[in-house]
């Protein structure tokens, strides 16, 4: 495989690469969905961020790639065998594409039949889930994914954990991951349960200025052109924002967010009319990563302001009455709440 495009390298898209940085600061904010125009550096931002972070520590000989540290979420063989200081090793953080196309087994894994015919042995073959555990699952397209396989994203998503039950094979395995889907919404509708699986939703353009074509033209011809000199010569931007991201995750669980903050997202989401709490849950989160990003102790008015469109743009129902787009309603929202 060769070299990946660098992260910084990305001209323009500052929302996209944004909410991706704070995805990968606090999986726990939920994953991020980018919809907009092809080409505009969707699968790109999340192979290059994943090629920014350093590799990580997984149980030596674990398929599901166990944190060593964390064997309380490990797989029932790690639990059972590892012991309380488990040989490690280092691996690159996954990043795993699943196919429009794929089938049940390909995702959640199934029955090793080469094993199973040639060795007489009944051993499980993990699937896409269990490759994506700890890192990123990427879905291109993620509108036009079959029914089935949405609902298989959407119990694992929430539960952390693939269970397979089948074929003879008991197999319960973490399937962790910070899921990153693009599409472009003219080409079909998302359903609505995956939807709000999602913590982030940004849009995407096709740069509309001179300059930034010009630029991003002028890199990528770069890059296909040299691509180790390329990442070469940007290797001292990366190590700065890999420096701020180890520093951000070590630091996020630190950052206050006091009642004033708490207050301010509330009202936010009360004058959207967003459903349910987790509008809220998920400004808090991607206001306290961005604010471990920026170094800063506590969350305030500038840090909410910034995550508020890509928290709650997705959350918003639709008004028949109002022909602006879903940013639109929340910027204005954000100006009335915040003036």
């Not at 699952?137 to 693939?162: M, R, W």
């Not at 995956?194 to 630029?215: C, H, K």
């Not at 506590?298 to 129902?317: C, I, K, M, N, W």
């Amino acid at each position: 495989m060769g070299p990946t495009y660098p992260f910084v390298a990305l001209v323009a898209q500052d929302e996209m690469k944004l909410a991706i940085l704070i995805a990968a600061i606090d999986p726990a904010v939920g994953g991020v969905l980018v919809l907009g125009d092809r080409g505009t550096g969707k699968s790109t931002a999340v192979r290059g961020l994943a090629a920014l972070l350093p590799p990580m520590d997984a149980v030596a000989g674990c398929p599901y790639g166990c944190d060593p540290a964390r064997l309380g979420g490990a797989c029932a063989a790690c639990q059972a065998e590892a012991g309380p200081k488990p040989r490690r090793i280092k691996r690159p953080v996954p990043v795993v594409d699943l196919p429009l196309g794929a089938t049940e087994d390909r995702v959640l894994g199934a029955l090793d039949l080469e094993r199973a015919l040639s060795q007489g042995v009944k051993s499980f073959e993990p699937g896409l889930l269990a490759r994506a555990h700890r890192g990123f699952l990427y879905i291109d397209e993620v509108n036009l994914l079959d029914d089935h396989l949405v609902d298989l994203l959407i119990d694992v998503a929430a539960s952390g954990e693939n269970v397979i039950e089948r074929e003879g094979l008991s197999v319960r395995h973490p399937a962790r991951f910070v899921l990153v889907g693009s599409g472009n919404p003219e080409e079909g509708e998302l359903r609505p349960q995956l939807l709000d699986r999602f913590g982030l939703a940004v849009e995407v353009r096709t740069p509309r200025e001179l300059p930034t074509r010009v630029e991003v033209i002028k890199r990528r011809d770069a890059f296909e052109r040299d691509p180790a000199g390329f990442c070469a010569a940007w290797e001292p931007e990366a190590a700065k924002l890999r420096k701020r991201l180890l520093r951000a995750r070590r630091q996020v669980g630190e950052v206050q967010v006091d009642e004033a903050a708490l207050t301010r997202a509330a009202q936010l989401c009360l004058a959207l009319g967003t459903d349910g709490l987790r509008g809220e849950l998920t400004l808090i989160r991607a206001a306290r990563a961005l604010a471990a990003l920026e170094g800063r102790a506590a969350v305030g008015d500038a840090e909410l302001r910034r995550v508020a469109a890509p928290a709650l743009r997705h959350r918003l129902r639709r008004d028949p009455l109002d022909d602006s787009d879903a940013g639109q309603r929340v910027e204005r929202a954000v100006a009335e709440v915040f003036a």
